[in-house]
């Protein structure tokens, strides 16, 4: 049973790894449309240079400002990324180290049906 437990575990692992690289990605591309469609109105807040102003006050559309602090660096990009590289083969290890037997009796890792 220990082998179960480590993949249940695993494959939990992988599964918040891939929410994680999707919610990233979805901000990442949802500031991207709004850049896109609208480069005048789509500012980061909360940043070292602010957008520019009118009568002292920033005139961005609010739907459009982007909270600095809540963009990844770098850094965590790649940690999000790792995280997701590293889980992705653990699970497949796991996998494939448990007897055929409990791998028919288990349901497969959702890498494999993709």
Sequence with gaps: ME????????NKAF????????????????Y???????????????????????????????????DAKDWPSADQINQVLLDYIQSEQRIKTVWQAMPSELQAAMKPPKYLLS
């Design 3 to 10: 082998q179960v437990t480590e993949y249940l575990e695993a």
């Design 15 to 30: 599964e918040a790894a891939k929410a994680n690289v999707s919610s990233m990605t979805k901000a990442i591309q949802s």
């Design 32 to 66: 991207g449309r709004d850049l896109q469609t609208r480069p005048k109105d789509a500012f980061f807040v909360n940043a070292s240079i602010l957008p520019p102003t009118k009568s002292g006050v920033h005139f961005i559309h609010e739907s459009l400002a982007w």
